[in-house]
DNA sequence: TTAATTTGTTAGATATATCTAACATTTTAA
DNA sequence: TTAAAATGTTAGATATATCTAACAAATTAA
C-alpha cells in the first residue's frame, strides 16, 4: 500500500524534482535564477516562482523577489539524499541488473522517489558502498557526506596546468558524443594552454599532444581535479 | 527526468492503484462495490465513486449508479500488468535483494509504477521468467496470460474433496498468523469435511487427520486446486 | 411492508501543481 | 541614460484527487 502521508521534513515528489534541480544547478555560481529552472524543469516560471515560494517557508531555499535562489543546508540535505539515490539506482542498474549506461538515467530518475531506506542500503551494500557512479560523480553517503569535493570546472582551472578530467556535469548523448569526437574521457589527463578571456573557451593540449579548443560552455560542464 | 505525459491508454499511478483495487476485489464474485474499495484504499466513497466515473469514461470498467463495478477486457489488461510488475518487484526483492518477505510489499508496491518494460525485462529474465510468485500467486507474462487459473477460493470447493492449497488472497501478517496458527501452509492439502449453509464456514480435516473450522471470512481468502 | 440502516450519489469545498495574461522589475544595448 | 529586451511576479483559471454535508436508493429487520 502506498500511503504518502508527508510527515514534516518529507518533500512531495515534485518538491524533490525542484530541490534537486535547485541544488544541482547552482553548484557553479551559487544561485540559480527562476528562468534556467523552468527550462530545467519543463515549467513555465510562474511554477517556478510558486514553488520557490513554498520551498522558502520549508526553509529549503532561500528566495527573495527578483533575485536569485539559494539551497539552505536543509535543502542541501534533502538534495543530496535525492542525489544519493538517483546515483546509487543508476549504478545498480548498470552494475547489478547490466542494463546499457544510456537507457538508465530515465529509471533511476524514477527510482530515486522510492521510499524506503532499507531498499537503498541494500543497493548501497550489494554494490560495495561505492563512493562515486561511473560518470566520476560522488555519490554522497546515507549522513550527505561527499567524498572529495576538490574538484573544478574545466573553465576555473589554471592555465599552464595539468589537470585530471574527473566527471562530467552533463550526460545527454551529444554531449558525451562531442566529448568523444574531441577525444576527451573522464580518468584522462589534459594541459591547459590558454583560456581566452574574450569568449571563456580554453585551448587543451591531449595525452597525444594534440591542442584542441573548446568552448566556455562544454568547458565549464567537465569537472578536472589538481 | 522525469517526464510523466500521460499516452491514451496509460493511467495515472492513481488511476493504476484503483484498477489493481478494482480487479483484486472483483476476482471472487465478478464485482466489487464502492464501499469496499473505499475501505481498501482509504479513501471516501464519494472518491470512489468520481474514480469509478472516470475509469468508465476510459472503459477499464463498467459502472452504473447504485450497481457493483466490473472489470472491461480492457482493465483487466491493465490490472494484469501493474499485478505483474508488483509481483515480480516482490520476487526480486526477496530473491535477488535478499531482502525479507514481509518488508518488500510497500517496496513492490512502489516499483509497480515505475515505467519502464526494459526494468522489468530484465527482472523478468533474472528471475528466470517465474510463473509464481512466493505466495503461489500467478504471475502474468508481458502479454497478460496467466498460467493455471483454475484456482477457486476454498470456500467454493466441493464437499467431501481433497484439495490441495496453491495461494492466499491477503498477504497481511495477522492472516497469515492466523494460518498458522491453524496449520495451514501453501501447498499442502487439505480435505473439505463440511461446509455449513447457515454461515459459510468451513470444516477441514489438515494433513495430520486434525479436524479444524474456519470462518467463511478466512475460506474465501484461501485458493485451492482440484 | 414499512421503517431503519446501510450504501451510494451529488454538490460544493480544499490542496497541489500547473497554465495564460497582464503587469513589474532588472538588465542590456542603442 | 533611456528605451528595448529579458526576466520575474501576480492574479486568476484549470485539472486531479481528495474531502464533508446533504440527499437518494437499496437492503435489512421489525
Given at each position: 500500500m502506498l500511503f504518502l502521508i508527508e510527515n514534516e521534513g518529507m518533500g512531495s515528489l515534485t518538491e524533490e524534482n525542484y530541490i534537486k534541480s535547485v541544488y544541482a544547478l547552482s553548484q557553479a555560481t551559487g544561485e540559480v535564477i527562476v528562468s534556467e529552472l523552468a527550462k530545467k524543469l519543463h515549467v513555465k516560471p510562474p511554477t517556478v516562482?510558486?514553488?520557490m515560494k513554498k520551498l522558502a517557508l520549508k526553509k529549503w531555499v532561500l528566495y527573495a523577489p527578483y533575485k536569485g535562489i539559494k539551497v539552505t543546508e536543509k535543502g542541501k540535505k534533502e538534495a543530496l539524499s535525492i542525489i544519493r539515490r538517483h546515483?546509487?539506482?543508476?549504478?545498480?542498474l548498470v552494475n547489478v541488473m547490466k542494463l546499457g549506461w544510456e537507457e538508465v538515467h530515465d529509471i533511476a530518475e524514477q527510482l530515486e522517489h522510492v521510499e524506503s531506506s532499507r531498499?537503498?542500503?541494500?543497493?548501497?551494500?550489494?554494490?560495495?558502498?561505492?563512493?562515486?557512479?561511473?560518470?566520476?560523480?560522488?555519490?554522497p553517503d546515507a549522513n550527505g557526506k561527499i567524498l572529495n569535493d576538490k574538484r573544478i570546472p574545466l573553465n576555473q582551472a589554471k592555465e599552464n596546468a595539468?589537470?585530471?578530467?574527473v566527471a562530467?556535469?552533463?550526460?545527454?548523448?551529444?554531449?558525451l558524443d562531442h566529448l568523444n569526437d574531441k577525444g576527451l574521457k573522464i580518468g584522462e589527463k589534459v594541459f591547459v594552454k590558454r583560456k581566452e578571456a574574450y569568449d571563456g573557451s580554453v585551448v587543451l593540449v591531449n595525452k597525444s599532444k594534440v591542442e584542441l579548443m573548446i568552448t566556455h560552455q562544454v568547458a565549464e560542464r567537465i569537472l578536472v581535479e589538481e
Open positions: 516562482n510558486s514553488m546515483r546509487l539506482a543508476e549504478l545498480f531498499f537503498y542500503d541494500r543497493i548501497d551494500e550489494m554494490l560495495g558502498y561505492p563512493k562515486f557512479d561511473p560518470h566520476g560523480e560522488p555519490i595539468t589537470v585530471k578530467i562530467v556535469a552533463d550526460d545527454k548523448k551529444s554531449f
